[in-house]
């Protein structure tokens, strides 16, 4: 069946460094493009970044611009999320879907920026 597997979350100092995976299973992950959502306690859940199918193009949230990286590898089914430079207000729980959220949600994976 269709799923998506976000990995490589963690708690992590301020300025430091996280990689985020998101395995795709059951579907051609290189037919979308992918999104990365976060979601903070107490708010909605929101885009972060977003590659096209092919990976040729990227868009980003001003609030991680600069600091955050998604790519992807089609060969591998998976997508991926750099995030350096962390900041406290990073800390969400973290998840992959389409750019159309049409996919069945993953569990996610929590990212804490604490020192």
């Known amino acids: 069946q269709v799923q998506l597997v976000e990995s490589g979350g963690g708690l992590v100092q301020p300025g430091g460094s996280l990689r985020l995976s998101c395995a795709a299973s059951?579907?051609?992950?290189?037919?979308?493009?992918m999104t990365w959502y976060r979601q903070a306690p107490g708010k909605e859940r929101e885009q972060v970044a977003t590659?096209?199918?092919?990976?040729?193009?990227?868009n980003y949230a001003d609030s991680v611009k600069g600091r955050f990286t998604i790519s992807r590898d089609n060969a591998k089914n998976t997508v991926y999320l750099q995030m350096n430079s962390l900041k406290p207000e990073d800390t969400a729980v973290y998840y992959c879907?389409?750019?159309?959220?049409?996919?069945?949600w993953g569990r996610g994976t929590q990212v804490t920026v604490s020192s």
């Open positions: 590659i096209t199918s092919a990976g040729g193009a990227t």
């Open positions: 879907n389409s750019a159309a959220r049409s996919l069945p």
């Open positions: 059951g579907f051609t992950a290189s037919k979308y493009a």
